[in-house]
């Protein structure tokens, strides 16, 4: 299975050049202003994707989503997943997925790092992709003025259940791709803060058992 992984679009998204491929995931940000026009915008465009599979979570600027979730999920496409905290099993991979950062409290899906631990300790011990929008603390998290930036519970919660790939965002100057023992990590953020959307969506070959 081909899956494509995409994230932090702002808005952008129709300017994504995609390739074929059998699944795709977005890694949150799908708006930059967090409107409810812009997240119609979003839907109607993934929905129309030429995947069997489209998943996605928010992000901290996805603002409609956190504040209107009732209504968002009217909105919602049928052959659209969303993961807000919760799984999905896909052809026996098991997908985790989650909107939540830490200290951005003035944004969406925002907690304090001290609540973190809390938050994710909820997460299932069988995933194969963990999906996120924060990063875990010290890998592919450096913002562009070289703080580390990503979550350190997360951290400590992924060693513990060895996902085979941890997708996330978020950190726009971080993209990219890091394999530390049993774990690939893929920042997957399209947009550049400075040059626009200019990182490619990162494909992953899975071989399914």
């Not at 496409?77 to 997925?97: A, F, Q, T």
């Not at 830490?102 to 609540?115: Q, T």
């Not at 924060?134 to 513990?160: F, H, M, N, R, Y």
């Amino acid at each position: 299975m081909k899956i494509i992984f995409i994230s932090d679009t702002h808005g952008l998204h129709n300017e994504l050049a995609l390739p074929k491929g059998d699944m795709i995931i977005h890694g949150g940000d799908i708006t930059d202003y967090g409107t409810e026009q812009e997240t119609i915008d979003f839907l109607k465009w993934y929905s129309s994707l030429n995947y069997s599979y489209k998943i996605f979570i928010a992000g901290n600027h996805d603002m409609y989503l956190e504040e209107n979730p009732v209504d968002f999920l009217e909105l919602l496409p049928p052959n659209v997943i969303y993961l807000r905290n919760n799984s999905v099993e896909i052809e026996g991979i098991k997908i985790w997925g989650s909107p939540v950062t830490p200290d951005f409290m003035d944004w969406a899906f925002g907690k304090r790092r001290e609540e973190m631990k809390e938050h994710w300790k909820y997460m299932p011990k069988e995933i194969d992709i963990l999906l996120t929008h924060t990063p875990p603390k010290g890998i592919l998290d450096t913002s562009s003025d070289w703080q580390s930036l990503g979550c350190k519970d997360l951290l400590a919660k992924v060693k513990e259940i060895k996902p085979k790939y941890h997708l996330f965002g978020h950190i726009h100057a971080s993209y990219g791709q890091e394999k530390i023992k049993e774990t690939e990590f893929i920042n997957g953020s399209n947009l550049d803060s400075y040059k626009g959307l200019i990182n490619p969506p990162i494909i992953i070959n899975w071989k399914l058992q």
